[in-house]
């Protein structure tokens, strides 16, 4: 076999189907054979620890762009070296579009701002506006360059697509092959019961749960299952925060419908009670839809044992707490509805999943490396590149520790954001040493990746998203330029 560029020797492989002892040899970035004594020009020594593959976050917002100008506050640089901190080598993350505009100029300005990526990358197109010209013309441009998944929102002043807007997505989606994922919430809904919880008076962070009830995430699911359905187009319905929800996505798989639902840990260890503490801290905790309560959390693990919620992802979205562009840019005082949603979780993904998951007898390691790698690989058009553990894939690998004891931190978790939602949670199993396409990108929570070393990768069309092939009277709608 020859000698390898690299050898991760001895540790236990996770992949996922299997827990095996074995090293793995590496040769020009991939994997090139898994067996024993392997020889390398490099060894990293992995005795007594898990090699798991490198994680895959299909939901996480780094540096997308901002109406008016400017970006968000994590950066490709810093929002690499959180992901890498945390065992995280692949990313997809959201090109937008802003009301009125198109969507190949953001996205084009996106990708240069992306070439200082130190993780591999891909694109979401985000769409708020679904007029003719980026209906018909421009998603299929978006699409043929590599960018094969359009984000909806059913909520949210100025994203969100009422339903004949939304089924145009799902039309355009269906033409050219793209996958559609889906924030689903009641629009009106959600303005009906924040405008009489802000005439009551109350105003403070806690309430932004009050205004999200759970059967408005589960009113807005079925509602974007049926639309879904009727165009034969396969959705996912991301951050499903409660058992009603995903009992939706799991009624349609039992229909045989492409359906996804995927989860993120802010709903396995937050609730809404975090909301509610003294003055502005509450805002610390706010993400949509809202975290629930601990039954439904328990509840969600049953969803994901199950296979309904098979992928978890972190839906990073930071705001800094005491920056003039965070949590305060409405001031300290600000009411419920003007605080910017979003929780960072880049670094903490893994690590939360792990000790709550695994470490707690709640799933296996494999399961635990479909829900962080393998899944959103498949899901999106990944994989074989990326999610597993077998020659042929790209050499993304995570030692893993899963007896070491950490109090997590703002400083351990290497973003930008001032804050972090998890700090002093105790979690058993970290990671500490991260493999990017071969190449030791960190160890012991120092990241040595070059900004610019991230690869963009283009999505082909692929067979998993590919229609069912059942439309309601044989009628396919989306055949029309409508």
């Known amino acids: 076999m020859g000698t ?51 994680g895959v976050d299909s939901h996480c917002h780094i540096e997308q762009l ?47 701002r992306a070439a200082k990526a130190m993780v591999d990358y891909g694109f979401h197109q985000i769409i708020t506006d679904a007029s003719d010209e980026v209906i018909f013309r421009q998603v299929p441009e978006v699409v043929a360059a590599g960018v094969r998944s359009l984000k909806v929102f059913l909520t949210y002043d100025p994203l969100h697509l009422d339903d004949r807007q939304f089924l145009r997505v799902l039309a355009a989606a269906r033409r050219t092959g793209a996958l559609v994922t889906v924030h689903c919430e009641n629009y009106e809904a959600i303005r009906w019961r924040t405008a009489a919880l802000l005439a009551d008076g109350r105003t403070a962070p806690k309430y932004h749960a009050w205004s999200r009830p759970p059967m408005i995430e589960r009113e ?14 396969p959705i996912q319905i991301f951050h499903v925060s409660c058992p009603e929800v995903a009992e939706e996505i799991a009624r349609a798989q039992a229909r045989g419908l492409k359906v996804w639902g995927e989860t993120c840990p802010q709903y396995f260890v937050l609730t809404a009670a975090d909301m509610d503490r003294p003055g ?4 610390k905790f706010m993400c949509s839809p809202a975290p629930r309560d601990a039954a439904a959390s328990e509840g969600l693990w049953e969803l ?8 978890v992802s972190s839906d990073h979205s930071g705001w800094s707490y005491d920056t003039p562009v965070g949590k305060k840019v409405n001031g300290a005082d ?35 490396a479909r829900l962080t790698a393998y899944n959103p690989a498949r899901l999106f058009g990944l994989h074989p590149r990326k999610g597993t553990i077998a020659p042929g894939a790209d050499a993304d690998l995570v030692l893993w520790d899963a007896k070491k004891q950490v109090t997590l931190s703002n400083a351990l978790m290497q973003h930008v954001i001032d804050y972090t939602p998890y700090e002093g949670m105790e979690v058993t199993g970290w990671p500490v040493a991260t493999v ?21 990768l283009a999505r082909a069309p692929y067979e998993m998203i590919r229609p069912t092939g059942r439309l309601p009277d044989g009628f396919d709608a989306s055949s029309f330029l409508v």
């Open 280 to 283: 502005f801290e509450g805002a």
């Open 66 to 112: 901002q109406e008016g100008g400017g970006a968000d506050e994590e950066s490709w640089t810093t929002g690499s070296t959180s992901a890498l901190a945390g065992g995280t080598t692949s990313v997809i993350t959201f090109s937008t579009q802003f009301k009125g505009g198109d969507i190949l100029a953001p996205l084009a300005e996106y990708r240069r």
């Open 304 to 311: 994901v044992r199950r296979g309904t919620l098979d992928i």
């Open 436 to 456: 990017r396409r071969g190449e030791i990108v960190m160890q012991d929570g120092k990241v040595q990746a070059e900004p610019g070393s991230g690869t963009f």
């Open 220 to 233: 807005a699911a079925h509602r974007a299952i049926a639309l879904a359905e009727m165009v034969d187009q």
């Open 4 to 54: 390898y560029d690299l050898v991760v020797k001895g540790g236990s492989v996770v992949t996922p189907s299997d827990v095996f002892e074995a090293d793995i040899g590496v040769r020009a970035g991939r994997i090139a054979a898994i067996g024993a004594d392997l020889r390398g020009e490099r060894v990293l020594d992995a005795q007594g620890l898990l090699v798991l593959p490198g």
């Open 334 to 368: 600000a009411n419920f509805r003007d605080i910017p949603n979003g929780v960072p979780g880049l670094a903490a993904r893994l690590p939360l999943l792990f000790s709550e998951g695994v470490t707690k007898g709640r799933i296996d390691l494999p399961t635990f």
